[in-house]
């Protein structure tokens, strides 16, 4: 069984500070894991998958995460926030099950941006 | 070239009626999966589908049904509604490496279901 916990439901930050979004996983095999964005009334869009060959991941928008499988985390990073970076993120595992690929999402954390 | 296109984007239903939402994936996907987002219970998977076939299925009732065309569209069906169905609903195509390794899910911007 996999599972997935984002230790924090909001943070919030000050426009140009580093970001920190924190996701521990559980997985009984060698699990890929996802970081989603979701704003507000819009779909889920990927920032980066992590899929066993380097551990740090670079995605979109000057995101990026590492995989630590000691911690069992893929925390999302970003070194500097920008106003358009508040939304909801999502941090998901996924199993292979019946021939494809089923994700277990987080419950999420809100990023909350201040001038 | 065109995302996953749900339809319709909001929809408000009365208790004990039946909807349908419709998806159509990225032109050449084969898989579509469709999931609950809602404040209290978060995303949850419902079911996915592959060439016609439902390959997967998440812990909803009866209530929530899904099929797929052989053109990839997939429709999901909720009959008897209840208020606690009221929940944006998402879907996602799956396919080919999107400009990094490995797969890919590709999310459609959801229908926004109310059940009053």
């Known amino acids: 069984a996999q599972s997935v916990t984002q230790l924090d439901s909001h943070v919030s930050v000050s426009e140009g500070t580093p970001v920190l979004l924190r996701c521990n996983y559980s997985s009984s095999y060698s699990p890929s894991l996802f970081w989603y964005v979701q704003h507000p009334n819009k779909g889920l869009q990927l920032l980066l998958k992590y899929t066993s060959a380097a551990t740090l991941v670079k995605g979109i928008n000057g995101f990026e995460a590492e995989f630590k499988k000691s911690e069992t985390s893929f925390h999302l990073t970003k070194p500097s926030a920008h106003m358009s970076d508040a939304a909801e993120y999502f941090c998901v595992v996924s199993d292979r099950r019946g021939g494809s690929y089923i994700p277990t999402f987080g419950r999420g954390t809100s990023l909350i941006v201040h001038p | 070239k065109a995302g996953v296109t749900q339809t319709p984007r909001y929809l408000i239903k009365t208790r004990g009626q039946q909807v349908t939402l419709s998806c159509s994936p990225i032109?050449?996907?084969?898989?579509v999966s469709w999931y609950q987002q809602t404040p209290g219970q978060g995303l949850q998977f419902l079911f996915e589908?592959?060439?016609?076939?439902?390959?997967n299925k998440g812990n909803f009732p009866g209530r929530f049904s899904g099929r797929q065309f052989s053109n990839s569209r997939s429709e999901m069906n909720v009959s008897t509604l209840e208020l606690g169905d009221s929940a944006l609903y998402l879907c996602?195509?799956?396919?080919?490496?999107?400009?990094?390794?490995?797969?890919?899910?590709?999310f459609g911007s959801g229908t926004r279901l109310t059940v009053v």
């Open positions: 589908y592959f060439s016609e076939t439902q390959r």
């Open positions: 996602a195509s799956y396919g080919q490496p999107q400009g990094t390794e490995g797969y890919g899910y590709t």
């Open positions: 032109s050449g996907h084969r898989s």
